[in-house]
């Protein structure tokens, strides 16, 4: 009998192992031009190779370094918006709706509207459409997963804080926080990815800024360098990927109990 966590790493190498052997079969039966070149879709190999040279060339490095810390700014400003709007409702439950429908309105707002003005009220250079796009991505589940968390409080143990005279925020800092943590933890994971490609969307209408994964991303569209575009958008996914899993392990090492809620798989 395989346990259960090595199984999953098995059927992951597997579908990951399918899924590189489809691109490689489609790259050189479809795509693959008359005399033998890549075409638009490059075989995996090519892919890799040129990302690893572009890492170790320090190019790749260092556009990808100014993303992720343009989508980790955004990140930490939508956690503690998502926490004080979560206190608030706690304190205030009235304003449970209006959380939500911020929420939700930073999930609708459409990037190609909001970064032409954050653009135009930011000053040349400036990376703040990056963050800015980075914080809409991910506000909307933090904030369902802060309220959430918040709200799955037992009822029990707030009667008990009630019953010794404790109010809503000696509620929130003895029971609500702590009943938080595993939907906190999973709403930062999913957050982690989606902070990174907001900001790096961010970079397709920045001024005066030459360096970040999407600005390396137009450059090699202009010159038509498939295999370099490939490159980068396999390792954006990796760096996706490593925040998913960065978030995941600090959360076994900061709340191991909540591994059996699943929130931290």
């Not at 995996?44 to 060339?57: K, M, N, Q, T």
């Not at 980790?72 to 706690?90: E, F, H, K, Q």
């Not at 449970?96 to 190609?112: D, T, Y």
């Not at 490593?242 to 995941?248: E, N």
Request: glycine share 12%; hydrophobic share 55%.
């Amino acid at each position: 009998m395989i346990p259960t966590p090595l199984r999953g790493v098995l059927f992951g190498t597997a579908g990951l192992a399918v899924l590189v052997a489809a691109w490689h079969i489609v790259a050189v039966t479809v795509y693959q031009r008359a005399n033998g070149s890549a075409g638009p879709v490059p075989p995996p190999l090519p892919v890799v190779a040129r990302a690893v040279s572009g890492l170790i060339g320090g190019s790749y490095a260092e556009g990808l370094a100014a993303t992720a810390g343009a989508a980790l700014t955004g990140y930490a400003v939508a956690v503690v918006i998502a926490l004080g709007l979560g206190i608030l409702v706690m304190i205030s439950p009235p304003l449970g709706p209006f959380a939500s429908q911020l929420g939700v309105v930073a999930a609708c707002a459409p990037a190609a509207a909001i970064a032409p003005i954050v653009v135009l009220l930011s000053p040349s250079g400036s990376r703040a459409v990056s963050v800015v796009l980075a914080l809409l991505a991910v506000e909307f589940p933090l904030i369902i997963g802060v309220l959430l968390g918040l709200r799955s409080a037992a009822p029990a143990q707030l009667d008990l804080v009630h019953a010794y005279g404790g109010g809503a925020w000696t509620a929130i800092r003895k029971v609500r926080v702590i009943s938080a943590i595993p939907a906190l933890l999973a709403a930062l994971k999913l957050a982690a990815p989606a902070a990174f490609l907001g900001a790096m969307t961010g970079e397709f209408f920045t001024v005066g800024v030459d360096e970040g994964a999407g600005r390396l991303l137009i450059s090699q569209q202009y010159v038509g360098d498939y295999t370099g575009m490939w490159a980068i958008a396999l390792l954006a996914t990796v760096v996706s990927a490593l925040g998913y899993g960065a978030v995941a392990g600090l959360g076994r090492l900061l709340a191991p109990w909540t591994s059996h809620t699943g929130s931290l798989r």
